[in-house]
């Protein structure tokens, strides 16, 4: 079974950086899609970004598009989420998802990921 760890949250200031890390273990994560989800208190799960299995393409949510960046390195086995431009509308808990048979239509969907992590808190003050 894959478990998943993130970590590198934090608290940070309006236009700071501040990337996240998942690793998974119990198996490689070679052939899942990997996705970051993110959660605001009184506000429901919404999608991130998305790297799928097929061909590394990547997907974001229109908030983050041209500021985060999903990427994967192999040799290392973890997925990363490097954030830019940080605004307190992007506080929240962020959650590492994966899943091995994601299709394109519902790979916004949270439901569809079988695999999750324990989530780690960012902090964006003004």
């Known amino acids: 079974q894959v478990q998943l760890v993130e970590s590198g949250g934090g608290p940070v200031q309006s236009g700071d950086s501040l990337t996240l890390s998942c690793t998974p273990s119990g198996r490689s994560f070679q052939t899942y899609t990997m996705a970051w989800f993110r959660q605001a208190p009184g506000k429901e799960r919404e999608f991130v970004a998305a790297?799928?299995?097929?061909?590394?393409?990547?997907h974001y949510s229109d908030s983050v598009k041209g500021r985060f960046t999903i990427s994967k390195d192999n040799a290392k086995n973890t997925v990363y989420l490097q954030m830019t431009r940080l605004n307190p509308e992007d506080t929240a808990v962020y959650y590492c998802?994966?899943?091995?048979?994601?299709?394109?239509?519902?790979?916004?969907?949270?439901?569809?990921?079988?695999?999750w992590g324990q989530g780690t808190q960012v902090t964006v003050s003004s």
């Open positions: 998802a994966a899943d091995s048979g994601v299709i394109l239509s519902q790979l916004r969907v949270a439901s569809s990921y079988d695999y």
């Open positions: 790297r799928r299995r097929s061909g590394g393409t990547t």
